[in-house]
Nanobody, 124 residues
Framework: QVQLVESGGGSVQTGGSRRLSCAAS????????MGWFRQAPGKEREGVAA???????YYADSVKSRFTISQDNAKKTVYLQMNSLKPEDTAMYYC??????????????????WGQGTQVTVSS
């Protein structure tokens, strides 16, 4: 089992920045793929960013060049640095972990474990 706990959410104005953290615990040795997802009210959950083997990264077009995913293996923590935030970035953000060997993915069904989420609200 793997436990994921997100933190760092909150309110921010348009153009501001926020860094989300995801602390992992448990049997994390096989979790090569980590991702961030978000879900706004009335919308489907969407993949935002993914990191494979702590190095390779992949982003949704909507956040490319604004968001950065990174991983600190010593701390078993994954980060999502969000810059130039927009009101449309408002959502609950979820961290996810995957034992998949298939490489980078932003498909929710490729992930095995999920955190409880942290809310990010961007005001105009």
């Amino acid at each position: 089992q793997v436990q994921l706990v997100e933190s760092g959410g909150g309110s921010v104005q348009t153009g501001g920045s926020r860094r989300l953290s995801c602390a992992a615990s448990g049997d994390t040795g096989n979790m090569r793929l980590m991702g961030w997802f978000r879900q706004a009210p009335g919308k489907e959950r969407e993949g935002v960013a993914a990191i494979w083997n702590s190095l390779a990264t992949y982003y949704a077009d909507s956040v490319k060049s604004r968001f950065t995913i990174s991983q600190d293996n010593a701390k078993k923590t994954v980060y999502l640095q969000m810059n130039s935030l927009k009101p449309e970035d408002t959502a609950m953000y979820y961290c996810a972990a995957s034992a998949s060997r298939g490489g980078l993915s932003l498909r929710a069904y490729d992930y095995n474990y999920w955190g409880q989420g942290t809310q990010v609200t961007v005001s105009s």
